[in-house]
């Protein structure tokens, strides 16, 4: 059993929005205009942080198995494959405007949760901002829509992928084909999507343009709900053994019948406790048979499965884990971000897991002397070819140690004029602040061991 959850206090969100501008993780877009809403740029940090995420995904998905093949499809594409999907005539959410003095659009199936994030009863009346009046809901379609080729009219009209599952129905044939896959096996994709959502926000829980990473895992009918447990109980795993969520904040809410889609008959979600309440990390949903048989009623082909052993044929049912990066990203540092006092002043530290902090070891010259920092440059040069690194010779060295913590460094190496006597460095640990000295000679097995070190505390932190 784990912890219990604890409630994110609310103003993080406004912490971590300028810890992130301040030190180069995300960027509002376009900012020297004015902004554009739920659009956001990626820093220097933002970026490697979000390769790695990429990364861990990737290796848990694709690389450590035997039974799931990647695919790169196109963000624009026939748009009859949307008119099957059922995104053109379904795609929407309910949409109701204020009529008081805020004006606000609101999601209609929001409202109560937007009511308590702002201290009101769920089921008070009116807008949730100002308790203005609210228009009667319309169906608004989140689909992006715009023009392939030069003219611009009904026919050449296309859309932005609103999620990139489609892409791998649409090439479920291509791909057994090209493979001589048999069942069960996924097709994994990684890429941008976009939703003209009506109530974006909470920095980058909610975006227009996100990324997506979603595998479609085919199987056998009747087998679709073990399989549905599987993934689920291995993608909430993955939370917390490999990116070093804690579980405490994690829970598995399963769909009820009347939340369920139309087309599901199991989905669940993987939910983290963030500042402005539960919500969606992940889902996992039993998609059926729906998606490849609407493909193939619309488009009149084939995509039908050949079970030689059972000597029939059929379209295989579809279990699909799908999270955004925008969604782990802002759960990371949620789940990071921490405060203490050191020597009576206030240290803001990021528990960031070693394999996914932008930056894994700082080195840092006691002083700008040249003599000093010639043989640290010449140190972190050394060491960039096995751990992801960062030269900081700017400011003193205690600034640059906060700074390190802020952004999750789990290892700072200091070089300092008695390294010049004994060739030797000293290697502080973020969390614990403990330093030891090490000989430059040894510096990248210490280093190594320090980081598995760092591996173990993440996982008993995640694991309460
Ligand atoms: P909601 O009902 O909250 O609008 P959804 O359940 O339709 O979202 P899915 O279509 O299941 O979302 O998308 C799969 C995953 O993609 C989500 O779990 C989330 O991690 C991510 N995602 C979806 N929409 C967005 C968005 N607008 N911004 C960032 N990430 C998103």
Same mark, same amino acid.
């Given at each position: 059993?784990?912890?219990?959850?604890?409630q994110?206090?609310?103003?993080?969100?406004?912490k971590?929005?300028?810890?992130?501008?301040?030190?180069?993780?995300?960027?509002?877009?376009?900012?020297i /205009?004015?902004?554009?809403?739920?659009?956001y740029?990626?820093?220097?940090?933002? =970026?490697?942080?979000?390769?790695?995420?990429?990364?861990?995904?990737?290796k848990?998905m694709?690389?450590?198995?035997?039974?799931?093949?990647?695919?790169?499809t196109?963000?624009i594409?026939?748009?009859?494959v949307w008119?099957?999907?059922?995104?053109?005539?379904?795609f929407?959410?309910?949409?109701?405007d204020?009529t008081?003095?805020?004006?606000?659009?609101?999601?209609e199936?929001?409202?109560?949760?937007?009511r308590?994030?702002?201290?009101?009863?769920?089921?008070?009346?009116g807008?949730?901002?100002?308790?203005?009046?609210?228009?009667?809901?319309?169906?608004?379609?989140?689909m992006f829509? &715009?023009?392939?080729?030069?003219?611009?009219?009904?026919?050449s009209?296309?859309?932005?992928?609103?999620?990139?599952?489609?892409?791998?129905?649409?090439?479920?044939?291509? =791909?057994?084909?090209?493979?001589?896959?048999?069942?069960?096996?996924?097709?994994?994709?990684?890429?941008? !999507?976009?939703?003209?959502?009506?109530?974006?926000g909470?920095?980058?829980f909610r975006?227009?343009?996100?990324?997506?990473?979603?595998?479609?895992?085919?199987c056998?009918?009747?087998?679709?709900?073990?399989?549905?447990?599987?993934?689920? @109980?291995?993608?909430?795993?993955?939370?917390?053994? !490999?990116?070093g =969520?804690?579980?405490s904040?994690?829970?598995?809410?399963v769909?009820? $019948?009347?939340e369920?889609?139309? /087309?599901?008959?199991?989905?669940?979600?993987?939910? /983290?406790? /963030?500042?402005?309440?539960?919500g969606?990390?992940?889902?996992?949903?039993d998609?059926? @048979?729906? @998606?490849?048989?609407?493909?193939?009623q619309?488009?009149?082909?084939?995509l039908?499965?050949?079970d &030689?052993?059972?000597?029939?044929?059929?379209?295989?049912?579809v279990?699909?884990?799908a999270?955004?990066?925008?969604?782990?990203?802002?759960?990371?540092?949620?789940?990071?971000?921490?405060?203490?006092?050191?020597?009576?002043?206030?240290?803001?530290?990021?528990?960031?897991h070693?394999?996914?902090a932008?930056?894994q070891?700082a080195?840092?010259?006691?002083?700008?002397?040249?003599?000093?920092?010639?043989?640290?440059?010449?140190?972190?040069?050394?060491?960039?070819?096995h751990?992801? &690194?960062?030269?900081?010779? &700017?400011?003193?060295?205690?600034?640059?140690?906060?700074? $390190?913590?802020?952004?999750?460094?789990?290892?700072?190496?200091?070089?300092?004029? @008695?390294?010049?006597?004994?060739n030797a460095?000293?290697?502080?640990?973020?969390?614990?602040m403990?330093q030891?000295?090490?000989?430059?000679?040894?510096?990248?097995?210490?280093?190594?061991?320090?980081?598995?070190?760092?591996?173990?505390?993440?996982?008993?932190?995640?694991?309460?």
């Amino acid at each position: 059993m784990s912890a219990p959850a604890i409630q994110p206090p609310a103003d993080l969100i406004d912490k971590l929005v300028s810890l992130c501008k301040q030190r180069g993780f995300v960027f509002p877009s376009s900012e020297i /205009y004015g902004g554009i809403g739920a659009l956001y740029d990626f820093g220097p940090l933002g =970026v490697r942080l979000r390769a790695n995420i990429r990364k861990a995904w990737w290796k848990s998905m694709v690389e450590e198995r035997d039974d799931i093949e990647p695919i790169e499809t196109s963000i624009i594409m026939n748009s009859r494959v949307w008119e099957a999907s059922g995104h053109v005539s379904g795609f929407s959410d309910p949409l109701c405007d204020c009529t008081g003095t805020c004006r606000r659009r609101w999601r209609e199936d929001n409202l109560p949760g937007e009511r308590r994030a702002r201290g009101k009863p769920a089921d008070a009346s009116g807008c949730p901002e100002c308790g203005g009046v609210l228009t009667a809901p319309r169906q608004f379609n989140l689909m992006f829509k &715009t023009f392939i080729g030069p003219v611009e009219d009904s026919a050449s009209q296309v859309y932005l992928r609103p999620e990139t599952a489609q892409g791998i129905f649409v090439n479920f044939s291509n =791909v057994l084909n090209a493979t001589r896959r048999r069942l069960p096996f996924g097709i994994a994709q990684n890429g941008r !999507s976009f939703r003209n959502e009506i109530s974006p926000g909470n920095f980058v829980f909610r975006l227009r343009e996100f990324e997506q990473m979603e595998m479609e895992f085919f199987c056998e009918p009747g087998t679709d709900l073990d399989w549905h447990t599987y993934w689920c @109980d291995a993608r909430l795993r993955w939370y917390v053994e !490999s990116l070093g =969520v804690r579980e405490s904040q994690l829970r598995l809410r399963v769909h009820d $019948q009347k939340e369920l889609s139309h /087309y599901s008959t199991a989905t669940s979600d993987i939910e /983290y406790l /963030y500042p402005f309440g539960w919500g969606e990390l992940e889902g996992v949903a039993d998609r059926t @048979d729906f @998606d490849l048989g609407v493909h193939a009623q619309h488009s009149g082909r084939d995509l039908s499965y050949f079970d &030689t052993a059972g000597n029939r044929r059929f379209i295989p049912y579809v279990i699909e884990p799908a999270v955004g990066v925008d969604r782990i990203f802002i759960t990371l540092l949620v789940d990071a971000y921490d405060e203490d006092v050191v020597r009576d002043e206030k240290r803001v530290v990021m528990h960031l897991h070693p394999d996914l902090a932008p930056v894994q070891v700082a080195v840092l010259p006691l002083s700008k002397k040249a003599i000093l920092c010639e043989p640290a440059r010449r140190i972190e040069r050394d060491l960039r070819r096995h751990f992801a &690194t960062e030269y900081d010779e &700017t400011q003193s060295i205690g600034k640059r140690y906060r700074r $390190q913590d802020e952004i999750g460094t789990p290892l700072a190496i200091t070089f300092d004029f @008695d390294s010049l006597e004994d060739n030797a460095v000293t290697i502080r640990e973020r969390d614990a602040m403990t330093q030891v000295r090490v000989p430059v000679a040894n510096l990248q097995t210490a280093l190594a061991d320090q980081l598995d070190d760092c591996r173990k505390r993440a996982a008993a932190r995640a694991s309460g």
